[in-house]
């Protein structure tokens, strides 16, 4: 029988698979380091006992916010209003490092953020082009783009985005801000879209670029990098490791940090043991995790995700 969750505001995807994945031990602990509205936590939470404890990061004031008016009298439940790439601070802040039984990143927008006209995130909606994951800090996407010169918004775009009409955009831009600064995400989608001279079937033509520039304002490869890199001396032995991508660069770099860590010499260079000797530290479990057939028809922006997972040995 499938999970279920209480929370109307997000559809947390791959739920199932996320808490059998996590092996969840009633008294143990676990961290949700995107905690987004919830969805994935208040099912771990299901899963607890008194003794259990669960501590949640996110970047976004507003998920901290209504995590606390939720479960901010559960006494197994702690979170934290931080990007998931100081993890290892606030898991020594609390006393747990070393000791967790299962963390969960669940990368990207969530749907609240792209729901939220104000937060600039989608060209759906039209609203201050910010798309900053952390108001509190940083530029906003406006500003960005505002500084930032045509070739290297180009670059950005293609590699971000994987958009080949990444020149033509860039330029698109640039001379449209001769004019004025470019303001709203209506602004600068119309802008893209006039710019692309194809149509690709059932993609808006800003897609690519809301993406690329969304993830450079908000530096998201250099911090699941780091998240990642964090994540594993975080972890107790038998801990488990599990990440959620929605996008080929996030899950070429999870993929890729999963691979390596299976395969890292834990004994210095130059002595001489021979490799065969050398045991394990990490494993993957299964190659990729995707959701259902039913679960994509239930919710559309499931469509995308990938689940891996990995275990500390």
């Not at 394990?280 to 995700?305: C, D, V, W």
């Amino acid at each position: 029988m499938a999970l279920q969750t209480k929370d109307h505001l997000h559809k947390p995807v791959l739920l199932d698979e996320v808490i059998s994945h996590l092996n969840i031990q009633p008294d143990g602990i676990y961290v949700d380091a995107t905690f987004g509205r919830g969805g994935h936590a208040r099912a771990i939470l299901d899963c607890l006992s008194p003794e259990g404890r669960l501590f949640a990061m996110d970047a976004d004031k507003a998920a901290v916010d209504y995590a606390k008016q939720e479960w901010g009298a559960d006494q197994r439940f702690t979170i934290q209003h931080n990007a998931f790439s100081n993890l290892s601070e606030f898991l020594m802040e609390q006393g747990v490092s070393g000791q967790v039984n299962g963390i969960l990143f669940d990368l990207g927008v969530s749907s609240p953020q792209l729901d939220d006209a104000t937060r600039g995130f989608s060209f759906m909606r039209s609203g201050p082009l910010d798309m900053r994951m952390d108001t509190s800090r940083g530029v906003d996407a406006a500003t960005w783009i505002a500084a930032i010169s045509e070739e290297p918004l180009a670059n950005i775009i293609w590699e971000y985005g994987e958009e080949r009409f990444s020149r033509r955009i860039a330029r698109a831009v640039k001379t449209a801000q001769v004019d004025s600064r470019i303001e709203t995400t209506e602004q600068l989608a119309s802008i893209i879209s006039k710019a692309v001279p194809f149509r690709e079937k059932g993609k808006h033509p800003a897609t690519r670029s809301f993406q690329a520039i969304r993830i450079a304002v908000n530096h998201e490869l250099e911090e699941i990098k780091e998240g990642l890199k964090q994540s594993v001396d975080a972890l107790k032995t038998t801990g488990r490791l599990l990440v959620i991508s929605f996008h080929s660069l996030e899950d070429r770099i999870v993929k890729q940090f999963m691979k390596n860590q299976e395969h890292t010499d834990p004994h210095p260079a130059k002595l001489p043991i021979k490799h065969v000797h050398c045991k394990a530290t990490f494993r993957r479990i299964g190659k990729a995790f995707k959701p259902s057939f039913q679960e994509i028809k239930n919710n559309n922006r499931a469509r995308s995700a990938i689940l891996r997972v990995g275990e500390k040995l």
